[in-house]
């Protein structure tokens, strides 16, 4: 019965998952009556397990990551990044499988799997499930453009025809690599960290040389690379040129393509309960009304290329309206609407369509008990391959 209790509550872990993701696809919620009663059947789950091992140190560690996970969610949550269901489910999770389990072991190329983090292992799901949700919002915005949006196609599929100067860009990363793995191999400093920032500081200023020294350095370095070792350079500069294409589309997606794919103006009257603002409201001290739809990237650009950095902390005044999360309320929408009657805003408001975030944590969870923690996998390929 001891170890048939860990198998128990993965089990139950899934199942839960696979519902809460219907649920959220289908509804776009997450329920309570899920997410509060797996809470529960962790803890005392948890508990008979410590109690028949002997270990009652383990229902504590498990009741204190539980609690950790519910204040890191309810950061999230309050920061506008997360939905309260989101946390609560994290919350289960961690209330379920608060160490991982090694139900299933294996071996590839001699490398142990499940790979284990080196934190708890709730925050490996936490991780795996933010790293999964990228390739589920790149179909899903590419879906969206396909099916309502196809104007948007001529902008995703730029990069593809941009390929000169993705050539270009290919060349002045393979040399900047190339001098990298020089310098930090006559100099002993062959340190992951050190050897990514000189790179990028050497491909933005041979980007900045002028053209005629330019290509005669790319051309000098880039032959010395090919004269050594002409079969990787030829596959890493291919591997190089895709990924840049690869990035830039995925770049649209998530930014130009994404803001416009996921937003829609709504009459205020189609408005309904949880939708999310696209932009913030302020009311400033003159009675007016100030739309804040700029990101924090784009007032961090503008303040650098302004040298404004007021832009950054200044309080537009008092806000009426976020783009937290949890959506607007009831009361948020009938200010709306007092608003549009008293002529401060339009008869639409924009919001965004909220992407299910419960199949990315499915996800998360079925990688993080079957291959493990991605982040240190994806740290330690980044070492193997620049070492």
Not at 65 to 86: E, H, N, Q
Not at 140 to 149: G, T
Not at 267 to 280: F, S, T
Request: charged letters at 15%; hydrophobic letters at 50%; proline letters at 5%.
């Amino acid at each position: 019965m001891i170890i048939y209790i860990p198998l128990i509550t993965v089990i139950i872990a899934i199942a839960a998952c696979i519902y809460a993701s219907y649920s959220d696809l289908k509804r776009g919620i997450i329920p309570n009556k899920l997410t509060f009663p797996l809470i529960a059947i962790g803890i005392v789950l948890n508990g008979i397990y410590a109690f028949m091992i002997g270990e009652f140190l383990f229902i504590l560690v498990c009741v204190v990551v539980t609690g950790v996970i519910f204040g890191l969610g309810y950061l999230f949550w309050k920061m506008g990044a997360w939905a309260g269901g989101d946390v609560k489910l994290f919350t289960a999770l961690a209330a379920l499988i608060p160490f991982n389990p090694l139900l299933v072991t294996y071996q590839i190329y001699q490398v142990p799997f499940p790979v284990e983090g080196i934190y708890p292992f709730p925050l490996t799901v936490i991780i795996n499930s933010i790293l999964s949700i990228l390739p589920f919002l790149l179909i899903y915005v590419f879906y969206v453009v396909a099916k309502e949006k196809s104007y948007l196609m001529g902008e995703l599929t730029s990069p593809v025809k941009n390929y000169k100067k993705n050539i270009v860009l290919t060349l002045v990363i393979t040399s900047a690599v190339n001098i990298t793995l020089f310098v930090t191999e006559q100099l002993h400093l062959q340190i992951i960290i050190i050897s990514l920032i000189l790179i990028y500081l050497l491909s933005l200023v041979i980007s900045k040389l002028p053209n005629q020294i330019k290509a005669v350095l790319v051309s000098l370095v880039t032959v010395a690379a090919l004269f050594y070792n002409f079969q990787i350079t030829i596959i890493s500069m291919g591997v190089l040129f895709i990924s840049i294409i690869v990035l830039e589309v995925v770049r649209k997606l998530l930014t130009s393509v994404s803001k416009e794919a996921l937003q829609d103006d709504l009459p205020l009257d189609k408005l309904g309960e949880g939708m999310i603002p696209a932009y913030n409201l302020y009311q400033q001290d003159d009675d007016g009304i100030y739309v804040d739809d700029k990101s924090f990237t784009d007032k961090l650009k503008e303040s650098i290329k302004t040298r404004d950095p007021s832009m950054l902390t200044t309080n537009p005044g008092k806000r009426l309206v976020g783009t937290l999360a949890a959506g607007l309320t009831n009361e948020d929408i009938d200010l709306l609407k007092k608003l549009h009657k008293d002529d401060k805003i339009s008869s639409k408001f924009r919001v965004k369509k909220g992407v299910p975030f419960a199949p990315s944590i499915l996800i998360g969870l079925i990688i993080s008990l079957f291959i493990g923690d991605l982040a240190y996998i994806l740290q330690k390929i980044l070492i193997w391959v620049m070492y």
